[in-house]
């Protein structure tokens, strides 16, 4: 049997891919008796050197090529982006041909679209690459858990943020000295926003929450903060309390409702998520019989990458992905999203103040009557003359309740800084 | 679509396939599609009373009712051993009917005759629950690390073993000590044997290592080394020198051939295996492309081992596990098997030895005539009178050489006690 394939893109990822496949060409046709033919690479630069041996005639410059191409079976969506990605993964899919894709913004927005076309041309998607690169995670969630019901999903799934945050700490540095190294290695994007804004993050999150919930998940309805404002004193005050801090995307599945978030979280030094460190991604979930399994690896980079790509050619060619997004079909159309607003977690928050007798004073009785009970302060003068840092931790507080009270402190005055505020997890909590 | 299940064994695991069963129903359904109908439950003991509510009927006391029920689709063995065991997958497979099972030594044994069975007989064996409960590591490997040759695999795949190992250090108790309680609290078996002495987890290496080298790997080729002689002074003392000790599955894929042992590995603190403690199991894999995937979770209980088994059985159903043991079919018939002699290990040892002048030097003298480098060495007099306790970790030697070295100094007659030996990873390189 030969598979015949087409790529749209030849960046990184693409690259990896026909590596890989050339490389295991003997192993696949020897062992699982087919063979995969590459028969068109769409690309922007035709006259681009390319780190790969290709025939002559397999680059195009235009991706609708690859998918009219009567010949091809399955496209491979590499290009990254929205419009032209989705358009050329629809009409792929209205062609009759299967898709493997590793676009998470195109999934993250429009993943109903494609999955119904999917279904009326009674083709498939593979998108194990559009979350946690290497990690089947995908495959471990929709098929290895599907006797569970996901109580919890919480993951770092953005390499760059993890990166930063740790190579920040490692080497007492502030963040956007990391930032324009991590750019200068290629750790980050020239435009590192969907990155540091855990945007990135939030696309992957829309994705699983989908699968593990059985709905399409609206990536709007997901509440997301990002990297930027934490400074390395964070980091080390975080450090002594015994924390780690980590870009994290939560899901918390309940009848209530999907709690889903995108922000910093303060990780306890003996939760199993908070050593993960560099670009490594890691995902900790919790079912209703399996109780907590934890996956962790390389979230990006060519080869891990190429691995999911290449995973999910095969399963397709073996019949092993269906139609649907899910874990199952949508049951339900109405979510009942919670809003950030009444969620409840323990909080850091570090202050730079005027150091005027009575400022602390001020501050506990702004945080007691907005019910917001401390569990720890500290406070110290700093060399700027007339300064003090004060850094709290809280138990738990509604988010509302607890802003409601920053913004009071922020307008008594005192603060000489913007508030840092970062959501604690607890053992069991997060 | 009615999925007609017959169950053999309704122990712990059989109980939590028929809740797990019982409480998805509706899911199934729904979302999926079928339903799954418990026909027949083979049980030794039809008086028993149990856990879960069973139509009349259901209950029969030989297990070949279930195998030649044609009214059963899919057949779960869940009886363990493998004399009957065997008898009874191989006559639901000839019936035509797809197996579940989570029967580690019956495929550590029989997996080419089970599996030629069910090739003849166009039918499949789900065997996910085989190896580390609930983690979904089987379908990793065989399906999401398709595109990766498999560079090595460790794994700490026996709870009991680990649970031991970790509450020894944790508690500062010797082994029989916490063998004792852990059988009282069920974490261990009424004969211990195959957990303690290795083999349970070298009937999973076997699966493994199957799968991800695409042979029908041989059993009595695993080196296998349990963890009974290994005392409380050595967890110590590894601890001291920065080493968790875990009873390791370590599979070393090359040319040269195939290095599967099982034995207790002194593994430094910063390698993501070392902290996994309790009963929890966790697997270590590279693949070329991949890069380092983890996985870990629960490796046993009732629920998590039912979460394992009712994925296969919806796999089965939704056409996901092909006929094959292996990612592929065995491409090879003949393995080279590396022999342990030959395997080179950084080593601990522990000897206890007569205070008497030059001992030091005459073990100093005996490693190094066998090619045997010392690392660091550390005597210290005990309060025994006139002994002394010697701890020395060496650098790099083959296993023949070294214990080449311990025997010599075990017949110069100044041991007072059978030295213990670990073998030490270093940070790549177990």
Known sequence: MKIRLGLIGLGTVGTGVVKAIQRQKSFFKKSLGFE?????IAVKNTRKKRDVKLPKGVIVNDPMLVCNDPNIDIVVELMGGE????????????????????????LANHAKECFETAGKNDSCIGFEASCA????????????????EIIHLYGILNGTCNFILTQMLERD???????????????????????????????????LASIAYGVYVDFRNIYIEGITKI??????????????????????????????????VAIPKDHPLSPVSGAYNAVHIRGDIVEDIMLSGPGAGMDPTASAVVGD????????????????????????????????????????VKDHPGVLASISSVLAKNKVSILAIHQQKLSTKNQAEIIITTHKATNKDFYKAINVIKKAGYT???????????????
Not at 329 to 344: F, H, L, M, R
């Open 36 to 40: 995969i033919e590459i028969v068109k």
């Open 83 to 106: 419009t032209v990605a989705k358009k050329v993964v629809l009409q792929s899919l209205k062609q009759g041909k299967k898709v493997v894709t590793a676009n998470k913004a195109l």
């Open 133 to 148: 690169g290497g990690i089947p995670l995908i495959k471990c969630l929709r098929d290895g858990l599907i006797a569970n």
């Open 173 to 207: 540095m502030d963040f956007p000295v990391i930032l324009k190294e991590a750019q200068e290695m290629g750790y980050a994007e020239a435009d590192p926003t969907f990155d540091i804004e855990g945007i990135d993050t939030a696309h992957k999150l829309t994705i």
């Open 231 to 264: 400074s390395i004193r964070d980091l080390q005050a975080l450090d002594e309390l015994g924390y780690n801090v980590k870009l994290l995307a939560l899901g918390n599945f309940s009848k209530k409702g999907l709690d889903l978030r995108v922000h910093p």
């Open 313 to 352: 050619i095969v399963d397709i060619i073996l019949g092993k992905i269906n139609e649907s997004f899910h874990r199952t079909s949508p049951k339900q159309t109405k979510v009942n999203y919670i809003p950030i607003d009444e969620i409840k977690c323990s909080f850091y928050t570090r202050l730079v």
């Open 416 to 430: 000489v800084t913007e508030p840092i505020c970062i959501r604690c997890a607890q053992k069991d909590s997060f």
